[in-house]
């Protein structure tokens, strides 16, 4: 885990603000905690495909951290493929690999072959395997086909393999394309992650220094709290960002406390723009911005 600078000078024992999808700081929001469970219900109910979607940075990985805890705690085999830029011969590899598939991870048919007896085998234990897919909206067609494919296999009780696959909205846009029309009509359950309200932002933030060991929170006060929700659009990585920033600040100014003063000068230095805000010039970042942060407002009382 990685250590902040000011975890001692606030006395956090871990990174409050860490961007790592760790389940152990999940804050179950209402949508949060309703795609968790359906991603639960749908592999519980053999359902085949499900998809889960969201913008940058809302909570996707994490949702899918939190079932691969599911999963292991159940004892049932899954794939999990985080990497979706590849060729149908490496989907088909890393899928082998990840299901310790024992064959000729090169060859598809041999791949199929293995896969089928896992999935066989475990249906007659009366168990399921689940295959997900990250960033699955950067899926190539060949294999968004070959996955679709998959999906076919199936027995009395229903699907042999369930599918998850999370991504971006344009995962969606891809589903809705005419030649994707027989994966779409498979698609069972969907869930969508939008970002958090001023109230859950909070509530969100507080959940994370509360794991960290500040269960009072003073840091931040209610104001600066309606600003953050604000700047970060209520999305949950950015939230992290500035909060981040936010303590690096204060602990370099020794304030116990947070600032709209600081706010401004941390959304300056990361270059952030909000609805309503003006962009700031001249100034380097003293902090990278994480990749592929989203690039344009949301149009909300714009
Ligand atoms: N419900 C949540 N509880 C706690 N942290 C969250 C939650 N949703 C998102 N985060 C945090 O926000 C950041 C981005 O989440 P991530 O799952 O990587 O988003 P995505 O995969 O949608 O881009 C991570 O630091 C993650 O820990
Ligand atoms: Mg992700």
Request: aromatic content about 8%; glycine content about 6%; hydrophobic content about 40%.
């Amino acid at each position: 885990m990685q250590s902040a600078i000011y975890n001692a000078y606030f006395g956090f024992s871990e990174n409050p603000f860490n961007i790592s999808p760790d389940p152990e700081f999940l804050y179950r929001s209402p949508q949060h905690e309703e795609a968790l469970a359906n991603l639960i219900y749908g592999v519980r109910g053999r359902k085949g495909f499900i998809v889960l979607s969201g913008e940058v940075g809302t909570g996707k990985t994490t949702m899918l951290e939190c079932l691969r805890d599911y999963l292991d705690s159940q004892r049932i085999e899954f794939a999990f493929i985080f990497n979706s830029r590849l060729t149908p011969d490496q989907f088909f590899d890393m899928m082998a690999y990840d299901f310790d598939l024992q064959c000729d991870r090169k060859s598809k048919t041999d791949v199929l072959v293995a896969l089928n007896a896992l999935l066989v085998q475990q249906a007659e234990r009366g168990r399921t395997c689940v295959l997900i897919v990250d960033e699955a909206h950067n899926l190539d067609w060949d294999v968004l086909e070959e996955i679709r494919l998959l999906g076919n296999l199936e027995n009395r009780q229903g699907k042999l393999l369930q599918i998850i696959l999370a991504g971006q909205p344009e995962l969606d846009r891809k589903l809705d394309a005419p030649n994707l029309r027989q994966l779409k009509q498979r698609v069972v359950l969907r869930c969508t992650l939008n970002p958090l309200t001023a109230d859950e932002c909070a509530a969100y933030v507080e959940t994370r220094l509360a794991h960290a060991g500040m269960t009072r929170q003073s840091v931040f006060s209610p104001e600066v709290l309606e600003e953050v929700a604000r700047r970060s659009r209520g999305i949950p990585r950015l939230i992290n960002l500035l909060c981040d920033n936010l303590l690096v600040t204060a602990f370099a100014m020794e304030q116990r406390a947070a600032s709209i003063d600081m706010l401004d000068e941390v959304c300056q230095d990361l270059r952030l723009e909000w609805p309503g805000s003006h962009r700031g010039r001249g100034r380097s970042s003293r902090y990278s911005m994480d990749e592929e942060l989203p690039q344009t407002p949301y149009a909300v009382g714009d």
